[in-house]
């Protein structure tokens, strides 16, 4: 089945999904293997893979070890235009719709575009929105771009409305990995009433509580990665708490 035909079945049926993200730059063999058998018993949804300033030649060889070690989806999270490998399943074709930074909004796109479409993996035209997560992140850095404030949901959920207009496929509300404080229970109620695609929530979520309540207010998919490589055994605690969420019959 096509990724983005999965994920919009779970959204329409509100199943959960639950996103391990990996850092090429912070695993090595024996953590990955580690990570990656962790996700198989806790029945982790996908993969993210990538980061916001890559410095090792890993990509493509941390996405190869994924494939050849389970079935789950292994999804490009670019921080850049040549974040790019066959050895994926799909790419989260991102557009920063946050910021104002016209390189984020469709330079970086263009540059990719060819080797994308050379790669022949899925695209998953995602509408990328930064939030405060209370201290500076690395994306926000090399981004150069403010992030939405915390407290402004409106602001939100109009950035987000705006990207399902443009014909975004999934909006992706990130603090940033290592956030102080997580996106907020109100905002992801308010940005999820007002679209109908699928809404991916990231950054700062370190517990299964979380991960639940976020799921709760409206998340379609939840991002965790930082509290991970901190502590992998993680993944069974947060899995089993998106996977307890309701499911529509």
Do not use: W
Not at 215 to 243: F, P, Q, R, T
């Amino acid at each position: 089945m096509k990724i983005k035909q999965h994920i919009f079945d779970a959204h329409a049926n509100n199943k959960k999904l639950f996103a391990v993200l990996i850092d090429p730059d912070k695993v090595d063999n024996a953590s990955l293997t580690g990570i990656i058998e962790r996700g198989v018993a806790a029945k982790v949804d996908l993969f993210f893979l990538g980061g916001s300033l890559l410095t090792k030649d890993v990509l493509e060889s941390v996405a190869q070890q994924i494939k050849a070690n389970c079935t789950i989806p292994v999804i490009l999270f670019p921080g850049n235009g040549m974040q790019v490998t066959a050895a994926a399943d799909a790419i989260l074709f991102l557009s920063l719709i946050s910021g104002r930074n016209p390189d984020l909004l469709i330079g970086q796109q263009v540059q990719a575009a060819p080797m994308v479409k050379q790669s022949g993996i899925e695209v998953l035209s995602t509408g990328y929105m930064l939030i405060d997560g209370g201290t500076a992140t690395t994306v926000s850095y090399i981004s150069n771009t403010m992030p939405i404030p915390a407290n402004k949901p409106d602001i939100a959920a109009c950035t987000a409305m705006a990207g399902e207009m443009l014909g975004m496929k999934l909006i992706y509300m990130d603090a940033g990995s290592g956030a102080k404080t997580p996106i907020t229970e109100s905002m992801i109620k308010v940005v999820s009433k007002n679209i109908s695609i699928p809404l991916i929530i990231g950054g700062g979520i370190t517990d299964a509580e979380k991960a639940y309540l976020n799921c709760k207010a409206g998340a379609d998919i939840i991002v965790v990665g930082n509290a991970i490589e901190k502590d992998s055994s993680l993944i069974a605690e947060i899995s089993a708490a998106i996977h307890s969420v309701p499911v529509i019959a």
